[in-house]
């Protein structure tokens, strides 16, 4: 069964430095979403993205935050100078056609954890 | 402000025993979904309801999709350690969708 991969798995960075978490969703899907979850905490929504642009954003996604699909398979998330309250576990998600009622696809996470 | 209310926050039983657990809003939702996330793990879909009054069965798992489409409850009947797991309830509105804070089952052999 096709899967929503994500890359690295545990991310590790110091203070101010930027960062790219990677995400291969699935080949025919066309939504795609970021969450973060801080320890023990609630998954937030951060993203969602269709047609090479955002389509809605949460108050978590400052202007620190960025997306890009830089090509037809990846997804990727860039927060450009970390902060320790980014530390988190960052998800990507994707779904398919048919509404937003079909089941959006998880990826295992990054773990990011910053110093 | 919290847009999806779950409770109990944590819950522990004895293998065996049946439980609710519920998901409530003061919003409307097109649907409603349920999610299972293991740790270091994504969320994984158990089921979407979308019709008020809505009822799903999986298994020992039944869905309810309150007839308002505001709530919704997942109950489990005679419970096995493998259920346990984060439960997510997840409200669709417009394009995106919202998670509540999630329910802790723990359950006891």
């Known amino acids: 069964e096709p899967e929503v991969t994500q890359t690295p798995s545990h991310q590790v960075t110091q203070m101010g430095q930027e960062v790219i978490l990677r995400c291969v969703p699935i080949?025919?899907?066309?939504?795609f979403y970021w969450y973060r979850q801080i320890l023990g905490q609630k998954v937030e929504f951060l993203v969602s993205?269709?047609?090479?642009?955002?389509?809605?954003k949460s108050e978590i996604f400052d202007d620190q935050f960025s997306v890009e699909r830089p090509d037809g398979s990846n997804f990727t998330l860039k927060i450009r100078s970390t902060k320790l309250e980014d530390s988190a576990m960052y998800f990507c998600?994707?779904?398919?056609?048919?509404?937003?009622?079909?089941?959006?696809?998880f990826g295992d996470g990054t773990r990011l954890s910053i110093l | 402000t919290q847009l999806l209310e779950q409770s109990p926050q944590f819950l522990s039983i004895q293998e065996g025993e049946n439980l609710t657990v519920y998901c409530n809003s003061s919003?409307?939702?097109?649907?409603l979904q349920w999610y299972r996330q293991e740790p270091g793990e994504g969320p994984v879909l158990l089921v979407t309801?979308?019709?008020?009054?809505e009822v799903k069965k999986l298994k020992r798992l039944t869905f309810q999709f309150g007839d308002a489409r505001k709530d919704s409850s997942l109950h489990i009947t005679a419970a096995q350690p493998g259920d346990t797991g984060l439960y997510l309830c997840?409200?669709?509105?417009?394009?995106?969708?919202?998670f509540g804070a999630g329910t802790r089952l723990t359950v006891k052999p």
């Open positions: 998600a994707s779904r398919g056609t048919g509404g937003s009622d079909q089941p959006q696809h």
């Open positions: 080949s025919n899907h066309l939504y």
């Open positions: 993205f269709y047609n090479n642009e955002i389509s809605e």
């Open positions: 919003s409307v939702f097109s649907s």
């Open positions: 309801v979308v019709t008020g009054g």
């Open positions: 997840a409200g669709v509105q417009r394009r995106d969708m919202r």
